[in-house]
């Protein structure tokens, strides 16, 4: 009964490689977020997403986008993947209820580009 | 733009002393302010957040933080650390716009060591 999971756990891949994570909720939220936990542990919003419209986008190339089939889903693709791009991606989800809402976190993902 | 700062890289304590993780924050509005923990090689669980009332938020696994407007401060605290407890911690800062999304600051997280 996993909130909010991602898949997969770790991907290694090669520089240029074009590579997709996947990230669902069962909370019933409306918002889903992506961050990213560079090697010195520090977390940064990239994007977010509330039922399926691009809400937050922060200064990320456009080599990451985004993609939400439906409100439980979203789902983070990277095209030419760079060595800089190795770092620990969160996907999260809250529900704003016109109060301060919560966010939630997956268990991450693991990128490595070598 | 809203800020938090974790003044600490690593605390260090004794099971069953007391524990302090400090947080400071800069805010233009009202202050929305979270912490979570980060076990090794896990996600970010929610510990607590204050919004608004009364200054100390109790949370999860016995911790609690004290807020102090004058002080700007935020810090985390439980009264008897267990080892289980060593871990990464991070507070946060929700911006003030309370839309269809929220977007949270993390501090650069300070690393709890308990030992025996």
């Known amino acids: 009964d996993t909130a909010v999971s991602q898949t997969p756990k770790y991907l290694v891949t090669q520089m240029g490689n074009d590579k997709s994570i996947k990230c669902e909720q069962n909370?019933?939220?409306?918002?889903m977020y992506w961050y990213k936990q560079d090697s010195k542990k520090f977390l940064k919003i990239m994007f977010s997403y509330n039922n399926k419209e691009l809400i937050i986008n922060e200064t990320v190339p456009n080599r990451f986008s985004p993609k939400s089939p439906d409100k439980a889903h979203l789902n983070l693709h990277i095209n030419s993947l760079e060595l800089g791009d190795s770092a620990v991606y969160f996907c999260?989800?809250?529900?704003?209820?016109?109060?301060?809402?919560?966010?939630?976190f997956g268990p991450g993902t693991r990128l490595t580009v070598l | 733009a809203q800020s938090v700062a974790q003044p600490e890289d690593q605390v260090n304590v004794a099971e069953g002393n007391p524990l302090t993780v400090k947080c400071t924050y800069s805010v233009s509005g009202n202050p929305y302010l979270f912490w979570y923990v980060q076990y090794p090689n896990r996600g970010l669980q929610f510990l607590l957040k204050y919004i608004t009332g009364d200054n100390l938020v109790k949370g999860s696994y016995g911790f609690e933080a004290e807020f102090n407007k004058s002080q700007t401060s935020f810090h985390l605290k439980k009264p008897s650390a267990l080892v289980s407890d060593s871990a990464l911690y991070f507070c946060?800062?929700?911006?003030?716009?309370?839309?269809?999304?929220?977007?949270?600051?993390f501090g650069t997280g300070t690393r709890l060591q308990v030992t025996l």
């Open positions: 909370l019933g939220h409306d918002t």
């Open positions: 946060a800062v929700r911006d003030t716009d309370t839309g269809t999304a929220s977007k949270l600051t």
């Open positions: 999260a989800s809250s529900q704003p209820l016109g109060g301060v809402d919560t966010q939630y």
